[in-house]
């Protein structure tokens, strides 16, 4: 008999541990899995250098107008509110970072960022890096070996990874590295088993559009598969919307149109498996993917009433 992990508090805490057994059975990746875009920028420090991710006249800005200038950096580079513990308690289980080291700072620390730097905090898909060596990658690829230990799940084919599996396996952490750094290492899943298509567009429509057709392409490349349902800010857009930051300029007005989408959705080996938004808790997001899952319980397709 399989043994669920424990629920703690929210109700979608232990969504997973919650589910049916048809599905818990079924290969993880044609489930439908909540996933925040940017997941450590809920906290950003002004104070803090200029990431090295940024574009060169960004850091210009931030060198002649300093305060000034991160404080408008701020308000554009923060995806999320909600602290990492926050999210899983939420239902998010995807968990998109960028990491970096600080350059001229001695030593290895490696610091998660998105423009500012951030909290030394660790988790999953790890696929931007900025200012790291080799170095560096070896202290980031050991650090998670030794946090993580026997929670970690190595490196096999997709098709075989279901909840059951790792369950039984006591496996609760699967770690994408997207570098050359990681290939030898069974613990880190290489960045091609985990596509990400990144629509780079401010207009909704084509966001959705774009969606629509990496999704019809993701049966052919069996593996774990990402929609981003994400609007990326150009720099007349930063520009225009200034003082009010990406939030309340970009995301909210848009929200409507892209949980649409969401909602229209349905999981499966031709369908969504995991889907990211900014600001997860602006909507019911989490939930209304996580209810997704109970489409794969009818044939029809139909939401169980």
């Known amino acids: 008999m399989k043994t669920r992990p424990a629920g703690i508090g929210n109700v979608n805490a232990d969504w997973m541990g919650s589910l049916p057994s048809k599905l818990s059975a079924m290969p993880l990746k044609h489930l439908a899995v909540p996933g925040s875009h940017d997941s450590f920028t809920y906290w950003v420090d002004v104070h803090a250098p200029v990431g090295p991710d940024q574009k060169a006249y960004v850091k210009y800005l931030a060198t002649m107008f300093s305060v000034i200038a991160k404080k408008v950096m701020v308000k554009w580079s923060m995806t999320q509110n909600l602290t990492f513990k926050e999210q899983l308690d939420a239902g998010i289980r995807y968990f998109d970072l960028r990491v970096s080291s600080k350059p001229g700072e001695p030593g290895n620390e490696i610091y998660f960022i998105h423009g500012l730097f951030g ?17 560096h990658h070896v202290y980031l690829i050991t650090m998670l070996q030794e946090v993580f230990g026997g929670k970690l799940c190595n490196n096999c084919a997709v098709e075989g990874i279901t909840l059951d599996y790792l369950w039984e396996k006591k496996h609760q952490v699967i770690v994408f590295y997207h570098h050359p750094s990681a290939q030898n290492i069974a613990a880190m899943w290489p960045g091609n088993k985990i596509p990400a298509p990144w629509a780079n567009t401010t207009d909704p429509s084509k966001l959705i559009q774009f969606l629509e057709t990496t999704l019809n392409e993701r049966a052919k490349q069996g593996s774990f598969h990402v929609s981003q349902a994400i609007l990326t800010p150009r ?16 995301v909210e007005r848009n929200l409507p149109t892209i949980m649409s989408w969401v909602e229209a959705q349905k999981p499966g080996a031709n369908g969504v498996n995991i889907i990211t938004s900014d600001f997860v808790e602006l909507t019911d997001f989490a939930n209304v993917v996580i209810k997704l899952n109970n489409l794969l319980l009818s044939e029809k397709g139909c939401k169980p009433r």
């Open 235 to 250: 720099p007349n857009t930063v520009a225009k919307g200034l003082v009010w930051g990406l939030r309340n300029y970009l």
């Open 119 to 135: 909290h030394k905090v660790v988790f999953l898909d790890f696929n931007h890096y900025y200012a790291m060596d080799a170095q």
